[in-house]
């Protein structure tokens, strides 16, 4: 009878969540079947699509996308945003390879560009944290101040990398197991954010200050250490990404800072379902955000369409992921999760 009853209470678990999936789905939910429902249309569709090397192509373009986007879903998770992040992938990068042309030995450029990446998403926090300035306008001059600086040392706009340092191309260029190593660091650095996130205590405090930072305080969550730690972790990933991107090209290019990328970041972390309002989202809602961006953008070369139509798309995407967050989490329910 016991059997039957917890057999009964599973069953009726199992279809009460089913209801509230047909009802109101996640967004990250809706946003996986649009990705699946894609892959099959394209798939028929296009020639060529559903072979694995574009497949495997399709990951690896979004990879750099992707572990910047987990910096960016950490960060707007905490109710914060970083528009410096591209900057300081260029930077922390472009310094060291300058350096190394001049003679730096690899080990020591490497120090150099995490110190570089981690100083300046730590000194990034600090003026949030103990100044008390927003996090957009800090971050946007941050952005400009480090461009100016990284190219006053290093006055070109591409640096390239030394062709006898493997071990800054083999994280953008290698195979292990015969999966592209761009691949591998992403799904690592997610399931290691992932970890950090759910399982940590310092993960559920990033949740707690993004749901409701006067709330989080009174618990006595340390706010202001808490803000410098995240965006020296959203400096570190900036850091990683820029170590993929150098494998890729061979070369860092500062001409980045100056392009629409950090604006693609902030759309593939809305579009999974981290509300731009904070404490809500997860590391799935990156991965399918830029599942969804990486299908269309693939499809869109397959189809050679000329890249003015594919930022307007990219902005009608962004527009729709807004409306959609607004609609599956109005204002009212927001204010009154929020205490405003």
């Not at 199992?14 to 990705?35: A, D, F, H, N, T």
């Not at 990446?117 to 101040?145: H, K, M, Q, R």
């Not at 006595?220 to 965006?231: A, N, S, T, W």
Request: with cysteine; charged share 10%.
């Amino acid at each position: 009878m016991a059997l039957d009853a917890s057999a009964g209470g599973e069953s009726k678990s199992v279809g009460s969540m089913l209801v509230q999936l047909l009802r109101k789905p996640s967004q990250e939910q809706i946003v996986l079947l649009l990705v699946l429902a894609l892959l099959v249309i394209f798939s028929i569709s296009l020639p060529g699509f559903s072979t694995l090397t574009n497949l495997l192509n399709l990951v690896r373009s979004i990879s750099i996308l992707g572990i910047l986007g987990l910096g960016m879903g950490l960060i707007v998770i905490s109710r914060g945003i970083d528009l410096s992040m591209v900057s300081i992938m260029a930077a922390a990068w472009s310094i060291p390879l300058n350096q190394m042309e001049a003679g730096l030995p690899i080990g020591w450029a490497i120090l150099l560009s995490v110190f570089i990446a981690v100083l300046i998403g730590a000194i990034n926090g600090i003026v949030i944290a103990f100044v008390e300035a927003p996090p957009l306008f800090v971050t946007l001059a941050a952005s400009f101040v480090i461009y100016g600086v990284a190219f006053w040392i290093a006055p070109a706009w591409v640096v390239y990398a030394p062709k006898n340092a493997p071990v800054l191309l083999y994280p953008g260029q290698g195979l292990l197991f015969g999966i592209p190593m761009p691949i591998i660091v992403f799904l690592v650095a997610a399931t290691v954010m992932h970890l950090f996130l759910s399982r940590t205590s310092v993960g559920r405090f990033v949740y707690g200050q993004g749901d409701n930072p006067e709330a989080a305080r009174l618990a006595g969550i340390p706010l202001r250490p808490l803000i410098v730690l995240e965006y020296a972790i959203v400096a570190l990933l900036a850091w990683l990404a820029g170590l993929v991107w150098i494998g890729t090209t061979g070369s860092m290019q500062m001409s980045i800072t100056q392009g629409t990328m950090v604006f693609d970041v902030i759309l593939v972390v809305v579009l999974g379902g981290i509300s731009l309002i904070g404490g809500r989202g997860s590391v799935l809602s990156v991965v399918v955000g830029c599942m969804l961006i990486g299908t269309l953008l693939n499809a869109f070369t397959i189809m050679d369409v000329n890249s003015e139509v594919q930022n307007i798309i990219r902005g009608m995407v962004l527009l729709a992921a807004i409306l959609l967050d607004n609609w599956l989490h109005p204002r009212d329910e927001e204010t009154a999760r929020q205490g405003d």
